[in-house]
């Protein structure tokens, strides 16, 4: 492993941190980032720690298969997989089942972005149609159709997987996506409710992701709060 890696590996147990103090995990979920070497991955294992350390965090190949540990890995690793595979610009990813965006998918509303953070999904978030378990290559496959080029899916009465280009990036696409599905929801039950434009919403984004300054801006959130989290 890298000296990056190793850099990468502190920063997916910080963001996992962060995720548990939040209560995204919720008994649920899974965080990964491309290493070095582009055909291998660190990701949490089936049984991670709330309050992870580096170590915690394995080295999976494209194929699924464990390099140098022997622990039981999460069920739905073809989610992480097939992703990276396709996916060259891809550097990390999540899959959660956080309540607030997860209950779009089970809704007749598009979990569309009405604050102005949620630009970075201008792309938009499709739905994948089927619910069940992403344990297998054929599975995969289809979630990562659905995802397309988009920054995140929903998957319908089940959860949703979020990419970035870095573990920064993945990390602030989590917290934004399940941020903005709860302002809409306190929005829709004051009635009405407006969403984006979509040229607003493809400048705002571009800007964000671009200068970076909110993004990094969630990370020391996160940083602060796993910091605070304890040992």
Request: net charge negative; proline share 5%.
């Amino acid at each position: 492993m890298t000296e990056n890696d190793r850099k990468k590996a502190g920063l997916l147990s910080t963001a996992w941190r962060f995720f548990n103090s939040r209560n995204m995990v919720d008994g649920f979920g899974h965080i990964s980032a491309r290493m070095d070497d582009p055909n291998h991955f660190l990701v949490t294992p089936h049984s991670t720690p709330s309050k992870s350390s580096p170590e915690d965090f394995v080295v999976v190949d494209l194929d699924g298969n464990q390099i140098g540990s022997d622990v039981r890995l999460p069920g739905e690793l073809p989610i992480h997989t097939e992703i990276f595979r396709a996916r060259p610009d891809v550097g990390a990813i999540a899959h959660f089942h956080c309540h607030h965006a997860t209950s779009f998918s089970m809704s007749e509303h598009d979990l569309a972005p009405t604050y102005f953070l949620a630009s970075i999904f201008y792309d938009g978030i499709p739905v994948h149609p089927d619910p069940n378990l992403v344990n297998d290559k054929a599975r995969g496959e289809a979630l990562m159709k659905t995802l397309g080029q988009n920054r995140a899916a929903l998957m319908r009465a089940h959860g949703f997987v979020m990419t970035g280009a870095d573990i920064y990036e993945m990390t602030a696409g989590v917290f934004i996506i399940e941020d903005n599905a709860k302002r809409t929801q306190i929005a829709a039950s004051m009635g009405r409710y407006d969403i984006m434009g979509e040229e607003e919403m493809e400048q705002i984004g571009k800007e964000i992701l671009d200068h970076k300054n909110p993004i990094m801006r969630i990370w020391t959130l996160c940083a602060e709060e796993a910091k605070a989290y304890g040992s």
